[in-house]
């Protein structure tokens, strides 16, 4: 069984920096194109970055670029978002998510974590 | 990035009614198009990929279509389990970018 489980959220200070991880199981983790995804409270799914398998395909929504750094390390099966600067329009559920298929990033986003709560408030 | 819009917000139907929520692209993304199921407290469910290609254990009365710039989520008979927002998203161009979603309620 696919597992994705996020660690890392908190309650933090306006401009400070949070780290998120995601532990992966329940499949071959370095096969897979992976995802964060983000919902604010109350709000829509907002795509915040994605990485391929061999972390040689990055992308960030323009909201983020240059704030929140997506890395994997697949000998650790784990999956991390450095977030620096933080903003108040940061607060939100933060999704780990995998593609579908293996070696592909246009199957839809097929797994997904639980989410872990990010909170940036002075 | 590719801007998403769904249409309408939010639907109200009554049970075996037929729902049809529509999602338009600010420019082609070819057939790289997913729908997303999300209820209350949970997180996305995944209902096509593809645009048309149903994922695992999606029922029938679910259908996705549409290809470029305009892409259309049919659920036959809407049920009751059927309330949630649905979500679709494109990934043609990274960043992937969903639309604001359509909210699908029973009357």
């Known amino acids: 069984e696919v597992q994705l489980v996020e660690s890392g959220g908190g309650l933090v200070q306006p401009g400070r920096s949070l780290r998120l991880s995601c532990a992966a199981s329940?499949?071959?983790?370095?096969?897979?194109?992976m995802y964060w995804v983000r919902q604010g409270p109350g709000k829509g799914l907002e795509w915040v970055s994605g990485?391929?398998?061999?972390?040689?395909?990055?992308a960030y929504a323009d909201s983020v670029k240059g704030r929140f750094t997506i890395s994997r390390d697949n000998a650790k099966n784990s999956l991390y978002l450095e977030m620096n600067n933080l903003r108040t329009e940061d607060t939100a559920l933060y999704f780990c998510?995998?593609?579908?298929?293996?070696?592909?990033?246009?199957?839809?986003?097929?797994?997904w974590g639980q989410g872990t709560l990010v909170t940036v408030s002075s | 990035e590719i801007v998403m819009t769904q249409s309408p917000a939010s639907l109200s139907l009554s049970p075996g009614e037929r729902a049809t929520l529509s999602c338009r692209a600010s420019?082609?993304?070819?057939?790289?198009l997913a729908w997303y199921q999300q209820k209350p407290g949970q997180a996305p469910r995944l209902l096509f990929f593809g645009a048309s290609i149903r994922a695992t254990g999606i029922p029938a009365r679910f259908d996705g279509s549409g290809s470029g710039t305009e892409f259309t989520l049919t659920i036959s008979s809407l049920q009751s389990g059927d309330v949630a927002v649905y979500y679709c998203?494109?990934?043609?161009?990274?960043?992937?970018?969903f639309g604001q979603g359509t909210k699908v309620e029973i009357k």
């Open positions: 998510a995998k593609d579908t298929y293996a070696y592909s990033v246009t199957s839809g986003i097929g797994n």
């Open positions: 998203q494109q990934y043609n161009n990274w960043p992937g970018t």
């Open positions: 420019q082609s993304v070819r057939g790289n």
């Open positions: 990485i391929n398998w061999n972390s040689d395909k990055i």
């Open positions: 329940g499949f071959t983790f370095e096969d897979y194109a």
